[in-house]
């Protein structure tokens, strides 16, 4: 099973409604098998009433990923990825919805820092160019 499409997690005032997300996708799983949960911001593609297209506002949503198999470090999917689920770990999913949610957090604000240090680079090497040519 992969991750073709989550399950949309409604947002509030006090933040996304998790649980409720939780408890559709879960009627989606199978009681025989065992599933690592992720959490992505997802866009779709839309056209309007001329047949121009572009993008939806992102949302959140929920995945369940079968494991196929446990190890002592964490779990491999059916499609072969290997999941750490060691505490202090990167993860690609998580035991619960909840920790997939923190994973998730952690990733966009790995991604901010990366991406803030690039345009900082950026806008420094452009510097490089104004100066020679005064």
Not at 28 to 38: D, G, M, P, Q
């Amino acid at each position: 099973m992969g991750m073709a499409y989550g399950t949309r997690i409604a947002s509030s005032l006090s933040g996304p409604k998790l649980s409720e997300a939780a408890k559709v996708a879960e009627k989606r799983t199978f009681e025989s098998f065992e599933y690592l949960w992720r959490v992505e911001a997802v866009r779709y593609a839309q056209s309007d009433e001329y047949g121009d297209y572009r993008s939806s506002d992102p949302h959140l949503e929920l995945f369940f990923l079968s494991v196929k198999k446990w190890t002592p470090t964490g779990a491999r999917l059916w499609n072969g990825k290997h999941v750490d689920l060691r505490d202090g770990k990167k993860q690609f999913a998580s035991r619960t919805p909840q920790e997939a949610l923190k994973q998730f957090r952690m990733r966009k604000h790995a991604q901010i820092y990366i991406l803030e240090k690039q345009l900082r680079r950026a806008k420094q090497e452009l510097q490089l160019c104004q100066m020679e040519t005064t």
